[in-house]
């Protein structure tokens, strides 16, 4: 007899803010969690399979980009043969194993959950590709106003839920603090082209306030040699401990071309930290302009950036202030709740 399940959930990695989000839906909902395989892209923590509450499987133990698709889709399809379930999500439609599925299930079982916020204007044929696969969804689970819009605009019509989150961060006690003179600045993420670090350390070179940088990545060494005493290097810190970084610093920046959600951006703001986000970081109309908690940049014009940076310390209070009303718990359930089907 195969086991039963309200939700089947399709995801790539056990990322640990997946695994705490779908944790609190196991809790409503009966779930069991296909995850494709490992990767270095997200942040896996060592003892993940110790955190996960669920039924779930890894179809592969190891980097999920270096399977081999054909024999993937034959043992993923076989691990489905064993179960039933009523609805599935998919965590987006592009991978070979969850498309074919959404064109061998019924329509109304299936429910695209995506975080594509800046999928550039495309026309022609493939439009039409795009359209059809997003054809194949009843509902959709976006994080947030702009990820509908691209949905909108791609022309889907099925029923959307903004669930304002990608998973949910670890939540530590943040500690009463006291505001840095100067204004102590941190970023978080990882060091590559896209995260557009190099931009900001040329604007606080030239402005020479204290700027934190936590994480590695293939531009470190290049990133270390252009930058001046004032800009230190921490290399990667784990969960456990990033706390004490949003702890001792005021201000959190996030300068990426292109960020579709920014986990990071939720954690700032728990710990106390009003933000400055390029415009193009996907959560920046949740996150920052509903509560007011920072002030917004062109990631492209340096000069831009150091605006930013004066308007933040010359208002720093009254953003702090703002900080103070994000309320994370409450954030959390409205995300945990937009998936019960």
Request: charged share 25%; proline share 3%; hydrophobic share 40%.
């Amino acid at each position: 007899m195969k086991n039963s399940y309200n939700l089947l959930i399709l995801n790539n990695c056990p990322s640990f803010y997946k695994i705490n989000l779908y944790n609190e839906i196991n809790k409503k909902r009966k779930i069991f969690v296909i995850f494709l395989g490992l990767s270095d892209q997200v942040v896996i923590e060592e003892n993940f399979k110790e955190l996960i509450q669920f039924d779930y499987y890894i179809l592969h133990n190891f980097q999920l980009e270096k399977r081999n698709f054909f024999s993937s889709i034959i043992s993923f399809f076989r691990l489905i043969s064993k179960i039933k379930f009523e609805k599935i999500i998919y965590g987006g439609y592009i991978e070979p194993e969850f498309l074919i599925l959404s064109f061998l299930s019924k329509k109304s079982k299936n429910i695209l959950q995506t975080e594509s916020a800046f999928e550039a204007k495309t026309v022609g044929l493939k439009m039409v590709i795009k359209k059809i696969l997003l054809s194949r969804y009843k509902y959709a689970i976006v994080s947030g106003r702009r990820h509908k819009e691209v949905l909108l605009d791609i022309g889907f019509s099925g029923d959307i839920r903004v669930s304002k989150g990608v998973g949910i961060i670890k939540k530590q006690e943040p500690i009463k603090k006291n505001a840095n003179n100067p204004l102590r600045f941190l970023f978080i993420g990882r060091l590559i082209k896209i995260k557009n670090v190099e931009r900001i350390i040329n604007v606080f070179n030239s402005n020479k306030l204290p700027l934190t940088i936590v994480g590695i990545g293939e531009q470190i060494d290049f990133l270390k040699s252009i930058a001046h005493d004032n800009i230190t290097f921490e290399g990667f810190i784990d969960n456990e401990r990033i706390n004490n970084y949003y702890n001792s610093h005021d201000v959190f920046i996030l300068p990426s071309l292109i960020e579709p959600w920014g986990l990071v951006v939720e954690e700032a703001l728990h710990f106390g930290c009003p933000i400055l986000l390029s415009e193009n970081v996907g959560s920046l109309p949740e996150l920052l302009e509903d509560y007011n908690t920072g002030v917004r940049f062109n990631p492209n014009d340096e000069l831009d950036i150091q605006n930013a940076i004066e308007k933040m310390i010359s208002n720093f209070d009254f953003f702090a202030q703002n900080v103070k009303q994000f309320d994370i718990e409450k954030r959390d359930l409205h995300q945990i709740n937009s998936y019960l089907f």
